[in-house]
């Protein structure tokens, strides 16, 4: 079997090591400092990890100087492939099928493109010595990445999986854990900070057991508890939400950085929009009316006690990047609201089950 997972462990296993090379080769071809290449990009970049072992390291390491591709020009090849790949696993632990139908074909590489502009416009704005090149090796991962992924998700044979409600919860804690562990090789080595990582490593450990036990979880009782009606909506609007954000994620997150603002969230809201009409049209077709009535009231309950947990959660600690709050805020909602759901699911169960986009089963008439 192979999982994006794994591709995701080797990426970024490889961005580390690249991060060694880029130490090893400041310290030995600029006397450790990073002045060639700091002033061309925001402050926080750049702390190096060069302590007794590093230097002992360098000091050993045969011709430095055939490492300055490390600056700049690795990541740039890199970068594409672990936010595909990141992307790819949540949704293949939500949903295989579509997990298959996004990560094998147009959708694929509508998502290079658009995500390669984007790194590029990033990549103008910081204009500097290696810009033109770094443009080059984006568009050459553009072309090289997909071909990649989509031969991997084409042999992986892992069959769809309905997910009950300790799936779900399984799912939220996993996605927590996952988005924790980017965030942290994001912060320690695609900005160059590997002297950040001691710092780092024990949540970032934390977040690593977590996952672990997660997905054994999920593994194992991934199916137990029967998704009733406010549940199976949670299901399928996560599902929407993921699938619909799939090309358009990055333009949205990175508008803000472009003075686009208004227009990313613009674009935010049209896309849970849709993910919402699309979500309604799945879970009540055939529903009564009284069924309806105890739905909205369900929904309304989940979204204000989960608000609220997430609120308190977001408030909880102050973060060094505000996608780390974001996250924390995000998985405890979904977590409560699941909760929620799920316990007032328990006061009419309908007698038909209504398909969500993530089992690819009709609904009965």
């Known amino acids: 079997m192979v999982h994006p997972a794994a591709g995701l462990v080797l990426v970024a296993g490889l961005v580390y090591a690249n991060q060694v090379l880029f130490t090893v080769y400041v310290l030995r071809e600029h006397g450790g400092s990073t002045s060639f290449i700091a002033p061309y990009l925001p402050t926080g970049w750049f702390d190096l990890a060069d302590g007794p072992t590093m230097r002992s390291f360098a000091a050993h390491f045969p011709e430095p100087s055939v490492l300055g591709p490390s600056v700049l020009r690795v990541q740039a090849f890199l970068e594409l492939p672990f936010v595909l790949l990141a992307y790819a696993t949540?949704?293949?632990?939500?949903?295989?099928?579509?997990?298959?139908?996004l990560l094998d074909g147009l959708p694929l590489w509508a998502a290079s493109?658009?995500?390669?502009?984007?790194?590029?416009?990033?990549?103008?704005d910081f204009h500097n010595p290696y810009?033109?090149?770094?443009?080059?090796?984006?568009?050459?991962?553009?072309?090289?990445?997909?071909?990649?992924?989509?031969?991997t998700t084409r042999r992986d044979i892992q069959a769809e999986r309905r997910l009950g409600v300790a799936g779900l919860l399984a799912f939220g804690v996993s996605t927590w854990a996952l988005g924790h562990l980017v965030l942290t090789v994001y912060d320690t080595a695609l900005l160059y900070n590997l002297g950040h990582l001691p710092g780092r490593l024990p949540s970032a450990l934390v977040a690593l057991a977590v996952l672990v036990c997660a997905r054994v979880g999920a593994a194992r009782y991934g199916e137990r508890g029967d998704p009733g009606l406010?549940?199976?909506?949670?299901?399928?609007?996560?599902?929407?939400?993921?699938?619909?954000f799939f090309i358009p994620?990055?333009?949205?997150r990175y508008g803000v950085n472009f003075g686009l603002a208004l227009l990313s969230a613009a674009g935010g809201l049209a896309v849970c929009g849709a993910a919402v009409v699309l979500t309604l049209r799945e879970t009540l077709r055939g529903q009564e009316r009284g069924r309806v009535v105890l739905w909205c009231g369900q929904l309304a309950l989940a979204a204000g006690v989960g608000g609220a947990a997430g609120y308190a959660a977001l408030r909880a600690a102050t973060d060094a990047y505000y996608e780390a709050g974001l996250l924390r805020s995000a998985a405890v909602a979904f977590?409560?609201?699941?909760?929620?759901?799920a316990g007032t699911d328990q006061l009419k169960k309908p007698a038909d089950r209504v398909s969500s986009p993530a089992d690819g089963v009709r609904p009965r008439s």
């Open 131 to 151: 810009t033109a090149a770094d443009i080059a090796i984006r568009v050459a991962s553009a072309a090289v990445t997909p071909l990649w992924i989509g031969w």
């Open 230 to 244: 406010a549940v199976r909506t949670v299901t399928a609007g996560l599902t929407w939400g993921l699938v619909l």
């Open 113 to 124: 493109a658009v995500y390669t502009t984007v790194f590029c416009l990033v990549e103008w």
């Open 335 to 341: 977590l409560v609201a699941v909760l929620v759901c």
């Open 90 to 101: 949540v949704l293949r632990w939500l949903s295989v099928r579509w997990y298959r139908r």
């Open 249 to 252: 994620a990055l333009p949205i």
